[in-house]
């Protein structure tokens, strides 16, 4: 006989496997005690908030991925100087790699040097 809660995926409990529960745990119970709504309520209010700010963190790192592109394209051509050991170059080339942050080349001394854009100390 096959188990009539399915096991979750991933890392937690989302919404639809709490209803799940709820939905057997509404089964079983003793009709002269039954449970109390609010408690449901306000536990299904807090999966939605945690919802919600899932879906907001991953558009601000969607947003904050672009504007990171952005800074990097602007700087082709521009002549810079890197943080640490204070060397300056030009960024002659950007590669852009899926979830992270783009890798900047910069010519110093007629070799391509690569930095994160963080590694840059001014810009002119």
Known sequence: MSD????????G????????????????QDPLKPMDNSQFMAQM???????????????????????????SLALLGKKVTIKGNMEE????RIEFLANEEPNIEVLID?????IKLRDLLSVY
């Open 110 to 114: 007629g070799k391509n040097t690569p």
């Open 13 to 28: 409990v989302n919404q639809a496997d709490y209803l799940k529960l709820y939905m057997q745990e509404l089964t079983y």
């Open 45 to 71: 209010a807090q999966f939605s908030a945690l919802q919600e700010a899932q879906k907001a963190n991953g558009l601000l790192q969607f947003i904050g991925g672009l504007t990171n592109a952005n800074l």
């Open 89 to 92: 170059g030009t960024v002659n």
């Open 4 to 11: 009539p809660i399915e096991s979750t995926q991933g890392n």
